[in-house]
């Protein structure tokens, strides 16, 4: 059922909006959320338009919002809803950092340094709370091959100077008493955090609403970037959105990029994704890993196990065999996940780009900014680099980030490029 009550009827100070059939914009902070009827007849003037109200999207217009500047936001579908929703929520630069892949894990570090007053703000702003926890994440091998591999990755670690610990089995226990009893080590990353990506979506969502200069339109469906007086546009059916300033934030799907001469430089990595019910029966304080499987215990008393990683394009299905390994393998950890009822198994399409580093600035096109390939790392990434590329639009503020990864860096050299 929609919540009629709580549809926008009436534009912002300095957005406008014209519509000749019933108003589609629509803000549903909470609950169940119905996929909207298909925009219709809607013109909307707007300082900002982001394209995709995914969790990249959503922290963007909250930075850009800020300033009072006006913020239309264009969902294909339904806000809060893609690859964010799948999460596991994991705010993890340093276990999962690669000696290869350096300023991945610098740019991860200052988005997790950044999110303490990121949480305190959005708490304050939406009041209600996200779910950040801090105990830390341990990751455990079951057997020889998994504990050489942790050790390895343990050297990386120490490589690059990260605060990480290495724990005996018996540490490891104590920790985690529920742990296999023959686990033989592992290592101790306090720093890497949690968030419950759900509820963050949502109260970034009651957040924005609380803004009048925002407005989000959900079910607009596909559309096309077009040149106005204004600076960029977007239409979708019978919605047009002009703007001075057009930001693409639509996570895994790349469609909008062939014109601007980088198409390809997205693929979708395909996630499946367990929910189980630990309520009856806490088993896990810590985020617990193994080269093979996360288990992300939540303060609403389910655990996410996650996650699988498949190249296959927007296959939707949930197969039997990635399913039965992600269970065998949390089930060698921690046995006793053989009693908690699943809950969930759901998949999402992580934003890859070749590079596996994040397409973040100008687009090469005028007025046209890209705020995506954030991949494993969305919502660690999203409210960190919102706020570098707001300081850059709204001010002009450089930072080296949006030099190292500049959307440039693909750049077919050959392609029919969009002028704006
Ligand atoms: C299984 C799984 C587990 C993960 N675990 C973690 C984790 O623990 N920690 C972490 O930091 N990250 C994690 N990630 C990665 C993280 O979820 C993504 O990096 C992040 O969600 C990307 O955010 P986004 O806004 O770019 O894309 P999305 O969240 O996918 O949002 C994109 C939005 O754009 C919309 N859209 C698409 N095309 C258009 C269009 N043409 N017009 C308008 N709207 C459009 C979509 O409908 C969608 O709502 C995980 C991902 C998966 C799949």
Known sequence: MILWNLIRVMPAEGTRM?????FRAIHLPIGPIPIPHAV?????????????GGIAGLTLARSLSASGRTVAIVERDVAGRGAGYAAAGMLAPLVEARVEE?????????????????????????GMTVGYRTEGTLIVGVDRDDTEAIRHQFQEHQELGLP????????????????????????????????????????????????DHVTIIEGAGDGAIVETG???????????????????????????????????????VKGQIIRLDQSSM???DHVVRSPEMYLVPKLDGTVVLGASSEDRGFDPSITAGEILELLRAA????????????VETRVGFRPATIDH????????????????????????????????????LLRGDESEWLTTFSPGRFHATSTERLSC
């Open 331 to 342: 089930w060698e950890c921690v046995p006793g996940i053989y009693e908690l009822p699943i």
């Open 164 to 211: 990480v610990e290495w724990l005996s089995g018996y540490e490891c226990r104590k920790m985690e008493p529920c742990l296999a009893p023959g686990i033989p080590g592992g290592v101790f990353s306090p720093r890497d955090h949690q968030i419950d990506n759900r509820l963050l979506l949502e109260a970034l969502r009651i957040s924005l609403h609380r803004r």
């Open 282 to 284: 806490p088993l896990l």
């Open 40 to 52: 219709r007849f809607m013109r909307v003037v707007a300082d900002f338009c982001i394209l995709g």
């Open 230 to 268: 204004a600076g960029a546009g977007y239409v979708a059916g019978e919605l047009t959105v002009e703007a001075g300033h057009l930001i693409i934030a639509t996570g895994a799907h790349g469609e909008l990029l062939g014109p601007l001469g980088l198409g390809g430089a997205i693929r979708p």
């Open 102 to 126: 350096r300023e991945v894990v610098g740019f991860g570090y200052r988005a997790l340094l950044h999110y303490p007053e990121f949480v305190a703000d959005l708490e304050a702003e939406s």
């Open 357 to 392: 580093a994040p397409m973040l600035g100008g687009s090469g096109v005028d007025n046209i900014s890209l705020a995506t390939g954030y991949y494993r790392h969305g919502i660690l990434f999203s409210p960190y680099a919102a706020e570098i590329l707001a300081a850059y």
């Open 18 to 22: 014209e519509q000749s059939t019933p």
